[in-house]
């Protein structure tokens, strides 16, 4: 099953993707957060079946979770990008907070701020929380899971590198693009088996297998929701491959007019353009 949140008449919904179109839900719960919170994809996807049909080429996407209560960002934790940025190894995860009011949906313009020139992609596997809890078992993680999709982490990287804190670089207005749905994880297999691939202009500039992640997925739910209670909506960006811009000799900066395409395999393709702010 595939979950999205859009925008159609002006007006803020969310449902169940069908190849070229969008069971709309929005009469039901508010919005997909809630509906999460309600109860289990299946109860959702009971629903649909007398819900209003939406072209796809009659909505705006937005992030898959527009509002969560969490945004969660792992850092470093790929093999390949550890050996990149020079870092050694660790016995815990980094993590750092990216601000809901950051992300834009799929097709969305990622904004290239003015106050820097460095603006980086970061293609990543996001991760969203179905059912809460607290200090939940590695063994137990995947089934408070609601589903998965893709994120372009964007990285203002002199701003994230002011200090030994990442937080600055990574909340610029509309740098985090999010989407363009969540699939449920009987559609996506192993999620430690997943080709991430990262295009800038239709050049490949990221391609990994979420294999080289240090952390994995349950162990990054256990760890976190030990020092927090994770709910549903909870978004857990799982770290970046090898291959980002401020890496590449010279440099490949974002800049305006550029295509950013993440796509990981048994998910979807997430598209944006680059726009100069203001």
Sequence with gaps: MKLASFVAQGRE???????????????????????LAHGAPGEIADMAADAPRIPLARIAWLPVIPRPDKILCIGINYAMHRAEMGRAEVPYPTVFTRFFNTQVGHGQPIVRPRASRQLDYEGELAVVIGRAGRAIAARDALSHVAGVSAYNDGSVRDWQSHTSQFTPGKNFPS????????????????????????????????????????????????????????????????????????????????????????????????????????
């Design 175 to 278: 740098t985090g693009a999010f989407g363009p749905w969540l699939v449920s994880l009987d559609e996506v297999g192993d999620l430690s088996a997943l080709r991430l691939r990262t295009r800038v202009n239709g050049e490949t500039v990221q391609d990994a297998s979420t294999a080289d992640m240090i952390f994995k997925v349950p162990e990054l739910i256990a760890y976190c929701s030990t020092f927090t209670e994770l709910v549903p909506g909870d978004v857990i960006i799982t770290g970046t491959p090898g291959g980002v811009g401020s890496k590449r000799v010279p440099p490949l900066w974002l800049k305006d007019g550029d295509l950013v395409e993440v796509e990981i395999s048994n998910i979807a393709t997430l598209a944006n353009p680059v726009r100069d702010e203001g």
């Design 13 to 35: 919904s969310w449902g169940i993707v069908e190849e070229d179109s969008v069971r709309d839900l929005g009469a039901r719960f508010a919005d997909l957060k809630a509906a």
